[in-house]
């Protein structure tokens, strides 16, 4: 399973490629907003992204109309190859998708939250489809249940379209998702670091580091 950071934070995508395991980057109008503060705007912000990531970047449209978001799409595509343009899940965005699709664009659809609007985005063509599992725990239903059961439909027709488990909370999120088979995980920067994180690992350094400095130095030739 892929990881890609959801943020367009440079100091966080700048650690997290440095780790050696981000494949990509998801970024929303909220995320994009806190970062265009002083000298910088959105081209500037999008093409340093683009310099440190050679994986998928996407960036959502803010139109609402088909026509109008293939046309944002475009313009966002010519900022670099390896854009991906998110459209929402709506009839409209079902729309653009088609469209873009025949285009060669490659597109996300953003906020499934269904199985039905995840074949629906399929069938017209995304890419990607993004079910956010996150908001879905927070009205009391199992966002990782329909992880499963998008999988599930997937595999049944051989569906090509990637999933993108969105919305992501907590590293069980992020493991659930793998053991179900999800393409690809989006996390905070915050839900990364603490994959990596376990207290037996850190209580195992520091014996073995103290029982080092035990050792006769003079016995430590190379």
Not at 29 to 49: A, D, H, M, Q, Y
Not at 77 to 97: F, H, M, R
Not at 136 to 156: A, F, H, P, T
Request: net charge negative.
């Amino acid at each position: 399973m892929k990881f890609f950071l959801d943020t367009a934070n440079i100091a966080e995508i700048e650690e997290g490629v440095s780790w050696g395991c981000v494949d990509g980057i998801t970024t929303n109008p909220t995320l994009i907003s806190k970062e265009l503060v002083g000298n910088t705007n959105f081209k500037t912000l999008v093409k340093r992204i683009l310099d440190i990531v050679d994986g998928p970047l996407s960036l959502e449209v803010t139109s609402t109309s088909s026509d109008a978001m293939v046309e944002e799409a475009k313009r966002l595509k010519k900022l670099g190859d390896n854009v991906v343009v998110k459209i929402p899940t709506t009839v409209e965005g079902l729309k653009a998708l088609k469209v873009l699709k025949a285009r060669n664009i490659d597109t996300n659809a953003t906020l499934v939250f269904s199985v039905n609007q995840a074949i629906m985005v399929a069938k017209a063509g995304a890419t990607y489809a993004s079910p956010f599992v996150g908001r879905l725990d927070d009205i009391s239903e199992d966002g990782m249940s329909l992880i499963e059961d998008i999988r599930d439909v997937y595999d049944n027709y051989n569906i090509e379209t990637k999933i993108i488990v969105a919305s992501v909370r907590h590293p069980i999120h992020v493991r659930d998702a793998a053991l179900i088979g999800a393409d690809i995980a989006t996390m905070p920067f915050e839900v990364f670091k603490k994959l990596i994180n376990h207290p037996k690992t850190d209580e195992g350094l520091k014996r073995f580091l103290a029982d080092w400095q035990k050792i006769d130095k003079s016995k430590l030739v190379f």
